[in-house]
């Protein structure tokens, strides 16, 4: 039997038909209702009912998605308005992090060449906009004020392994994207749905379960991580 795999990503949103309509166009995927299909079988589910939070910096789960081209990205979100508060060139990674309408963060990031990296690089930003494609989910990040806590959590709850740790961030390993928890100090008095939460399922069996989910919120089978983020682990009938 495998691993956990991530199945998809659940975004709480104010409007439905609003976030769909901004979503087609940042990603340029068409919906099916309220689901964005991602090219690597993964999806995002707009769930209507998100609760307000003052927090002003990263905390929760902050999905990152792959592209192929993440300057055209950047010059899409510019054309629509939306903020860029964070952007980075390191070896072998180009990011950026974008807020929608509803002030989810949302990253998209496009490996790159580590041997070409040079000090100071930044995203270019164009004037005119071209096409670009999302490839799918690359990580999904997990800011937490108790790394060791919230680590524990999903090792013991998920049966994750680990990866890399450094910088004090740690990869826990799903079977087809990393989980990296991320120190924050930043945090919100609530349990409400005001940030993502991770949709997983046990094994390859249950996949057929997964692509037919509809439903934003499960809450007899959700458990809570302990700062933010709830997770919907769908098990395999099979």
Known sequence: MSGPRVAGVLLWVKEGDRAAEFYGQALGIT????????PDGTFLLLCPGRVPCNARGPHGLVPALEVDDIAAAKARLQRLGRPIPFEEVVPG????????????PIDFVQPLDAARW?????????????????????????YARDVATVRRFYQ??????TGLAYFA???????????VIRPTWHTC??????TPAILVFSNDGAKHIAANVVSCFPPQDAVFDGEHT?????KSQT
Do not use: C, M
């Open 31 to 38: 919906p099916d209702d309220a689901r964005l299909p991602l």
């Open 93 to 104: 990674l180009a990011r950026l992090t974008f807020l929608d309408p509803d002030y989810n």
């Open 118 to 142: 040079e000090r100071g690089a930044r995203i270019s930003s164009r004037d005119e906009e071209t096409d670009f494609q999302v490839k799918g989910l690359f990580e999904l990040s997990v």
């Open 156 to 161: 013991e709850r998920l049966g994750l392994e």
């Open 169 to 179: 961030h740690i990869h826990l390993l799903f079977e087809n994207v990393p989980l």
């Open 189 to 194: 008095n609530t349990r409400e749905r005001h």
């Open 230 to 234: 709830w997770i919907w682990q769908v």
